[in-house]
């Protein structure tokens, strides 16, 4: 379905746009470096403030939100409408 | 006149364009009532194409129309807005970027010594890795073991073979073909560049890449030929059934040779 394809393009690209600032002020020691976005926290979570422990927080739930936003609508309910129908076609046999 | 007689009159001629589906012109909704309506985005666009639409048609029937072969939307105020639109978002990505990212300014650079690792744009790291062929350059036997050339002459020539080749692929394809579909093997060919491209850049990087330079070398030239093969068969499974014989009807239209 196009409206489920839009939804979860729209949540993949959202949240990964929001992961992506985030990890670049938070995961990301150097520009010029290999490992950029995935890097260990470059802020000590202990001493953080409030304002930083937020957005560690934010970025990890705009993380999995990019992940499991689109599983749940290209996968998870595309199947869930399969397997319906198919539970219904079943029973009116 | 009544609108039924029109219709009848119009019985004789043939008519081909789809006319009926959309609401004759006093019957056609002012862009007030259309937001007063509030039925969404969706309809909006909707009407908006079948207006222009019945504007085409209405072009077609004026006596000094010119039939031609490529049809289009008018520049003002269709493609305008759409190509405003996308270049308003880019701008807006540009500027949001800048503003969220910390922002990256790194020491001057330092003219008298070489960084340790040097590398071209990224659209360039293609020509970048194919300078870096050494294992392909041929050890000939009659010449005792020894190369026939320098391993950096080698890597030019590789880089005026490969586009040489992509400079004859236009006159050896016109590109006549709408889809994929219809020409497997051309599509083929044009995933296996691509892929190609991808993974002679990849190579480039070798000394960043965490994995095996033996391995990556050898996927470089593997890679692009499996995923032509997977290509070319897909392509070719999808050229029967329903829905291709459908599609092959709807895009009759060709641009003119």
Redesign the interface.
Known sequence: MADEFIKGLGILTVAGLFWMVLAGWYRTPSFGSTEQLVAPLTVDTGSATLLNLVAITLMDVFFWLAILGPLTFWVLVPAGRQARKAIDEARSN | MSHEDTTTENQGEPVADGAGIVAPDDETPTWRERKERHVGLARLTYEYFERARREDQDLRTESDYVERDVLAFPTWPHETVRNLSIAAFFVGMMIF?SA???P?I?DPANPSSTPAIILPDWYLYWSFGLLKLNPLNPELAVLGGQKIMADRTYGVLANVVVVSIIAIVPFLNKGAARRPVEQPFWAAVGVFGVVFAFTISLLSVKN?LPMNVDLLFDLTFLLPVVTGVITYAVLKTMREGYVYDLNRRYYRLRPPK
Request: glycine share 14%.
């Open positions: 970027l969220a990212l910390p990256h790194g960043l």
